[in-house]
């Protein structure tokens, strides 16, 4: 056969067996998931950059069109820009509050606990409720404590701090007397 008609041939083919080569071609990157994504991966590293300047070049050249795709996009999927944004949210308050939590030597400092659920921060003097109002969120808190700007500052894991809370009685609205008597 030459050339011309092993073209038009393959042509033909898929043509006639369009539903089962989609099928089997899903089913093989279902099967292969990870093969293909280390292949992937292995090309956008070798290609020395190559496809991420084409990439580059392709957006300037169609930025406006590229905007505008986005914001119909984003319109037409609230709810996935919603769930994303929320996603985000959550893993950047996560990984501040860990960072926070890295500078206080993360750990308890009474018993030495280590599991990120429990531990609290705590104010030594117990002025917390008056510091913690300077701040507008959880987060913002983390931030200064992440650059050093507060002092005073102790991790503790949530059994420890309740104990000294009601030992130094820094419990406030809360009656505390029968566990104390």
């Not at 505008?68 to 949210?89: H, P």
């Not at 659920?117 to 002025?127: P, S, T």
């Not at 409720?129 to 500052?153: C, M, P, S, W």
């Amino acid at each position: 056969m030459d050339k011309e008609r092993l073209k038009e041939y393959k042509r033909k083919y898929r043509e006639e067996h369009k539903e089962s080569i989609r099928s089997y071609m899903k089913q093989y990157r279902q099967d292969n998931k990870e093969r293909i994504r280390s292949q992937q991966k292995i090309k956008r590293l070798t290609d020395g950059g190559e496809r991420r300047r084409k990439d580059k070049e392709r957006y300037w050249n169609n930025r406006e069109e590229q905007l505008e795709n986005r914001r119909v996009w984003g319109r037409e999927n609230k709810v996935k820009v919603r769930a994303f944004k929320i996603r985000a949210g959550r893993k950047l308050r996560r990984k501040v509050r860990l960072d926070a939590f890295a500078v206080l030597g993360a750990k308890c400092v009474k018993c030495g606990f280590s599991d990120e659920r429990a531990l609290q921060v705590d104010h030594i003097n117990g002025d917390g409720v008056a510091h913690r109002k300077q701040f507008k969120n959880q987060t913002d808190f983390y931030k200064h404590i992440i650059r050093g700007e507060i002092e005073g500052l102790q991790l503790l894991c949530a059994n420890c701090n309740v104990i000294k809370r009601v030992e130094n009685k820094e419990y406030g609205n809360y009656d505390f007397s029968i566990v104390e008597g």
